[in-house]
T-cell receptor, first 114, second 114 residues
Framework: SQKIEQNSEALNIQEGKTATLTCNYTNYSPAYLQWYRQDPGRGPVFLLLIRENEKEKRKERLKVTFDTTLKQSLFHITASQPADSATYLCALDIVETSGSRLTFGEGTQLTVNP | DVKVTQSSRYLVKRTGEKVFLECVQDMDHENMFWYRQDPGLGLRLIYFSYDVKMKEKGDIPEGYSVSREKKERFSLILESASTNQTSMYLC?????????????FGPGTRLTVT
């Protein structure tokens, strides 16, 4: 069956360290992968998108890698800050004949301690 | 900026009531989506629509229906609300095209069915 798995446990790190979140998938062949941030009581907000033929994408303190052989994406936040505390969701972009749809992982809750 | 609005932030309904959740987007997006989000289960797709008057079942359509009479509006209907439909409901929209697009989410409606 198709499955998307993110870090099973919540992640706690110290301010200034690099947070690394994982997203593994099985039985999908996504064309693209996206990462979102969600704060409590709010809708997810888009952060980054990476194509299947891209190995790495960066945006400010964020970096995403995408390994279609391992079926894994890693999401890094460097020089983390308490304001980075949130739940981070990965989403696979599945292209179908009539369009595309996103399938989301459960999310990883990140807490950055001052 | 793209704006996706949902008719209510919080809603309390009784078992058996018919419930309407409304979603409006202001950016002329073709694609609209309804998700529910539950702890431990993540975001699950209920229904989506690629165009006016079109609808497609997502992963968990049972107990729900949708209506898309105008491009900017996508309604989720619970024909006879049940307690297991207590959840956070999120609407999203996304354009169609050859470019890759992120999904824009509304703020969510927290529905409690008693």
């Amino acid at each position: 069956s198709q499955k998307i798995e993110q870090n099973s446990e919540a992640l706690n790190i110290q301010e200034g360290k690099t947070a690394t979140l994982t997203c593994n998938y099985t039985n999908y062949s996504p064309a693209y992968l996206q990462w979102y941030r969600q704060d409590p009581g709010r809708g997810p907000v888009f952060l980054l998108l990476i194509r299947e033929n891209e190995k790495e994408k960066r945006k400010e303190r964020l970096k995403v890698t995408f390994d279609t052989t391992l079926k894994q994406s890693l999401f890094h936040i460097t020089a983390s800050q308490p304001a980075d505390s949130a739940t981070y969701l990965c989403a696979l972009d599945i292209v179908e004949t009539s369009g595309s749809r996103l399938t989301f992982g459960e999310g990883t809750q990140l807490t950055v301690n001052p | 900026d793209v704006k996706v609005t949902q008719s209510s932030r919080y809603l309390v309904k009784r078992t058996g009531e018919k419930v309407f959740l409304e979603c409006v987007q202001d950016m002329d997006h073709e694609n609209m989506f309804w998700y529910r989000q539950d702890p431990g289960l993540g975001l699950r797709l209920i229904y989506f629509s690629y165009d006016v008057k079109m609808k497609e079942k997502g992963d968990i359509p049972e107990g729900y229906s949708v209506s898309r009479e105008k491009k900017e509006r996508f309604s989720l209907i619970l024909e006879s609300a049940s307690t297991n439909q207590t959840s956070m409901y999120l609407c999203a929209s996304r354009p169609t095209g050859t470019n890759l697009y992120e999904q824009y989410f509304g703020p969510g409606t927290r529905l409690t069915v008693t």
